[in-house]
């Protein structure tokens, strides 16, 4: 089985921009979830998404927003870029997502840099 | 509030010690337990998971961990380093309501040779 794909894998955007990234979860895989690392903050949970509907969201702004595609294909949009934005992007899916229990699988990430 | 602390930020062994890497949660519930490691520019590998049932657990490239409730822990343990085990590690625990997970800071593991 494929794993999770993230693209691009490096992007370089000017603040006050708009950025769209893109995760392909595992096939059969329902739930995808973005997390943003950054060596201050650590991991930290952006939102879920589980058969097209957001289910969960982390403390961000609404400058972040995600969507998922019928084929469970999500992207992940930032509006209005802040250096501080700069930052990996993790994507991650798993089977279910209905509980906690549900193991993730890791994408490779976007690394996003703002200028 | 649900936290993970991971109170080692690096760590560094000599290849062929043996490695433990503390975690600490704070959940009302019993929760569901990761570990995760992260090789530079990668992305995250699960390396094991604690549900339910036996305490100890086996994960992949000769990992354990075990799950402690009387002491809110989940340490990962390996009996003998190798070079390659240099990276990241992650603990996280996953939240039963919702699903979303909540990681530690990670522990940077360093390798002497």
């Known amino acids: 089985k494929a794993g999770v794909t993230q693209t691009p894998r490096y992007l370089i955007k000017t603040r006050g921009q708009q950025v769209t990234l893109s995760c392909s979860p595992i096939s059969g895989h329902r739930s995808v979830s973005w997390y943003q690392q950054t060596p201050g903050q650590g991991l930290q949970f952006l939102f879920e998404y589980f058969s097209e509907t957001q289910r969960n969201k982390g403390n961000f702004p609404g400058r972040f927003s995600g969507r998922q595609f019928s084929n469970s294909r999500s992207e992940m949009n930032v509006s209005t870029l802040e250096l501080g934005d700069s930052a990996l992007y993790l994507c991650?899916?798993?089977?279910?997502?209905?509980?906690?229990?549900?193991?993730?699988?890791f994408g490779p990430g976007t690394r996003l840099t703002v200028t | 509030a649900q936290s993970v602390t991971q109170p080692d930020i690096h760590i560094t062994v000599s290849e062929g010690a043996s490695l433990e890497l503390r975690c600490n949660y704070s959940?009302?519930?019993?929760?569901?337990l990761f570990w995760y490691v992260q090789s530079p520019g990668q992305g995250l590998q699960l390396l094991l998971k604690?549900?339910?049932?036996?305490?100890l657990v086996q994960g992949i490239k000769g990992f354990e961990a075990e799950f402690k409730r009387s002491q809110s822990s989940f340490n990962l343990r390996k009996p003998s380093v190798h070079w390659s085990d240099a990276a990241e590690y992650f603990c996280a625990v996953g939240q039963g309501q919702g699903f979303s997970f909540i990681f530690g800071k990670g522990t940077r593991l360093l390798v002497k040779p």
């Open positions: 959940y009302g519930a019993t929760p569901y």
């Open positions: 991650a899916s798993s089977s279910h997502g209905v509980a906690g229990g549900q193991e993730q699988y």
């Open positions: 604690y549900f339910s049932g036996d305490t």
